[in-house]
């Protein structure tokens, strides 16, 4: 299923650093979604777009900046992170921001803040 | 708030046996149901859902019915293979399409 990509797939970065997480959808959908996987904690919903205007952010904090260009793309940019952010990072997308319309993930990116 | 608690794993069963991973929720209204599974090293991916009470969702010999009265949507298969191990996460979706996960439940199948 190549319907959501993500890369890279893992990211080491410093906590000085500055990076970007990039997902892509190819499946023609008008919402796309950032989730948060940490160990042994159920996943987070940090960001949604609709079509490319954010409708909610789960008060998720400023060194996280999401960044959606248009319906097809979404980004996560990364700075001045602490160790406790490394996580697993998943990008969803589903037809529109209403009920029962199914979301579909990316693989995610592996990150890891040292 | 909008709530899902699923049992806790890891899950180890031998190949064939038969499979129950409990899920109930509590939310406002009436969600849609989902179980999505996530195989090592991979995003999610749904495995079956269900929009209304009494619906049964069913995919790949998997089966969940959505029980309104007991706010409960469990997940069975009759007979397991080693290929089904992964991290099953039951969730509700509220009328925004937010998704709120359980914290998932590991299953190993054993051949």
């Known amino acids: 299923e190549t319907g959501v990509t993500q890369t890279p797939r893992h990211l080491v970065m410093g906590m000085t650093n500055k990076k970007s997480l990039k997902c892509e959808q190819h499946l023609g959908h008008n919402a796309m979604y950032w989730y948060k996987q940490s160990a042994k904690k159920p996943l987070e919903l940090m960001f949604v777009y609709s079509l490319e205007e954010r409708v909610e952010n789960n008060s998720v904090p400023s060194r996280f900046s999401p960044e959606c260009p248009n319906s097809s793309h979404l980004f996560l940019h990364l700075h001045t992170l602490q160790p406790e952010d490394s996580a697993l990072y998943l990008c969803?997308?589903?037809?529109?921001?209403?009920?029962?319309?199914?979301?579909?993930f990316g693989p995610g990116t592996r990150l890891t803040v040292t | 708030g909008d709530s899902v608690t699923q049992m806790e794993g890891p899950v180890t069963l031998s190949e064939e046996a038969f499979l129950t991973i409990n899920c109930t929720y509590t939310?406002?209204?009436?969600?849609?149901l989902f179980w999505y599974v996530q195989y090592p090293g991979e995003g999610l991916q749904l495995l079956l859902k269900a929009t209304k009470a009494d619906d049964k969702g069913s995919n790949k010999g998997f089966e969940a019915t959505y029980r309104k009265e007991t706010t409960s949507f469990h997940l069975e298969k009759g007979s397991v293979q080693v290929s089904d191990s992964a991290v099953y996460f039951c969730?509700?979706?509220?009328?925004?399409?937010?998704?709120?996960f359980g914290a998932g439940t590991i299953l190993r199948v054993k051949s």
């Open positions: 969803a997308s589903s037809q529109h921001v209403t009920d029962s319309y199914e979301q579909y």
């Open positions: 939310a406002t209204g009436y969600p849609s």
């Open positions: 969730a509700l979706s509220d009328p925004r399409n937010k998704l709120v």
